[in-house]
């Protein structure tokens, strides 16, 4: 199970975090991705990381501003958001999967998903 949270209304160059709590199973081993959908656009990738390795992927439009990391002792990951902007408004969902196949990037790699969590950026 997936518990996502974090999510609130900022303003534009504001900060959020995001966490995404594991539980049910240890999911050490698993790639966990964070993906939004704003209003009328589909669900799209923000960034993912390999709980094992620690390696992380970003999305363009993110890269800089975002950051992923994963915390073991906690089995929470976290997406802290920077440098916020209005077109960041989304639900922002946690994701996770192990499967040796298919792209991180796409959401139908993940078999596992948490409920959203709102971010609203205001200009």
């Known amino acids: 199970q997936l518990q996502a949270s974090g999510g609130g209304l900022v303003q534009a160059g504001g900060s959020l975090r995001l966490s995404c709590a594991a539980s049910g199973r240890t999911f050490r081993s698993y790639t966990m991705g964070w993906f939004r959908q704003a209003p009328g656009k589909e669900r799209e990738f923000v960034a993912a990381?390999?709980?094992?390795?620690?390696?992380?992927y970003y999305a363009d439009s993110v890269e800089g501003r975002f950051t992923i990391s994963s915390d073991n002792a906690k089995n929470t990951v976290y997406l802290q958001m920077n440098s916020l902007k209005p077109e960041d408004t989304a639900v922002y969902y946690c994701?996770?999967?192990?499967?040796?196949?298919?792209?991180?990037?796409?959401?139908?790699?993940?078999?596992?998903w948490g409920q959203g969590t709102l971010v609203t950026v205001s200009s």
């Open positions: 994701a996770a999967d192990r499967s040796p196949s298919g792209t991180v990037y796409s959401e139908r790699y993940y078999n596992y």
């Open positions: 990381i390999r709980w094992s390795t620690g390696y992380t």
